[in-house]
């Protein structure tokens, strides 16, 4: 039987129902619309048994339980999305009234805000302030602790020690840090590699979400790409790393089945108990999904 894959990371949109501000900021690439069908045809060929949902950054000015609730429809009619990560501002005073109308969906599991920041920026999935220099964040963080809510973290490698330092004292949040640290973004290999030990390290209910390696390499070539993995795998452990494919962020790069066959070569020497938790097992213990494995 080929590897049961649970892919951690998909984006569904459709700007006829939402807006997407990042969208026109130099992404002509991306499809104007992806849908579950979209999806489904792309994923034909991998054994996919769950996909979990993460925010696709609608604009920030509108309801955030809009997108919870327009995936729920979409899984209902199609089996897609198996679970949702949505959005929310963590500094919200109104912030556990927006979570409580995100948990009237079955499939919602947490939230991403993205932390990763550049006063430049122009882009609107890139603040311009450190959000983790704000204590009302670091009081959202303890909110979805409390609710037993999983939080994912984007942030640079240069953040990763701060991150730390607030995430130390959460002890029972569990935070996924998505796209593997962002290995591009660090001065050297060994400077992303350092801060990536020193983060897993320092907190125990982290866990690694090995993805979006496109932005190191758009070929995804073996002699680029299974180093970092590699790497991160060593940081996180096969007991605390998941795969994901950023589709279809990445699908100008490579086809999906592509991917997962890149991470098949790349994990080739795990045992299969190690492979199979890499791949899903560990996933469906993060998301509480309930699927054949």
Known sequence: MPQ?????????????????PWLSAGFDELPGRYLPRDFQRDAA??????????????????????????LDELADAHETPTAIIGYADLRDPALGDVLARHARSPRFRGIRQEAWFDPKSRRADIPRVNLLDDISWARGLRMLAEQGLVFELLVWPSQLEQAASILREIPELVVVLEHTGLPYAAPSVADWSHALAG??????????????????????????????????????????????????????????????????????????????????????????????I
């Open 199 to 292: 983060f897993f390290g320092a907190v125990p209910s982290a866990r690694l979400k090995i993805s979006a390696l496109g932005l190191s390499d758009p070929t995804w070539k073996p002699a680029t790409i299974n180093p970092l993995i590699n790497v991160a795998l060593e940081a996180g452990g096969p007991d605390r790393c998941v795969l994901a494919s950023n589709y279809p962020v990445e699908r100008p790069n490579m086809r999906y089945g592509q991917i997962w066959d890149a991470f098949a070569h790349a994990l080739e020497d795990l045992n299969q108990v190690e492979r199979d938790a890499v791949f899903a097992t560990n996933a469906a213990a993060i998301y509480g999904l309930s699927v054949p």
């Open 45 to 70: 060929d991998v054994n996919l048994i769950a996909t979990v949902h993460v925010q696709a950054e609608i604009d920030h000015d509108l309801d955030p339980v809009l997108e919870t609730e327009w």
């Open 4 to 20: 049961r894959v649970i892919d951690t990371h998909i984006h569904l949109w459709d700007p006829d129902r939402l807006a997407y």
